[in-house]
């Protein structure tokens, strides 16, 4: 495994960023998504565009919850509203980051 910077944590959200290799991770409680940097950009695009309202469902423990589905449609990731304000915030901090460490260097 390369060694990362932390360019951001909000809430249970981490995102990394490795100098050599360019790879950005998304460590999400007990999830770990591996983009490139172009990756990163569409995905976090993606999310973006992803209003909580709008795509929430009703949870059998009453809570209600984002489904953001993946290439394979046995596997979704599930958000509470404040877990994925997180995940959203710390994706576009991440990048104002990124920006700033290519300026310094």
Known sequence: ???TRILTQKGPTVISHCPECGML???????LLCFTPS????F???T???GFEDRCFPFPDGSERVVLCTPNRDINFVFTE???DDFNSA???S???LEVYSLVN
């Open 39 to 42: 990756q990163f950009v569409s």
């Open 48 to 50: 973006n565009d992803m």
């Open 95 to 97: 990048l104002y980051m």
């Open 25 to 31: 991770n998304i460590w999400h409680q007990n999830l």
């Open 82 to 84: 404040e877990e994925w």
């Open 44 to 46: 976090q695009r993606f």
């Open 91 to 93: 994706m576009i901090e």
């Open 1 to 3: 495994m390369c060694e």
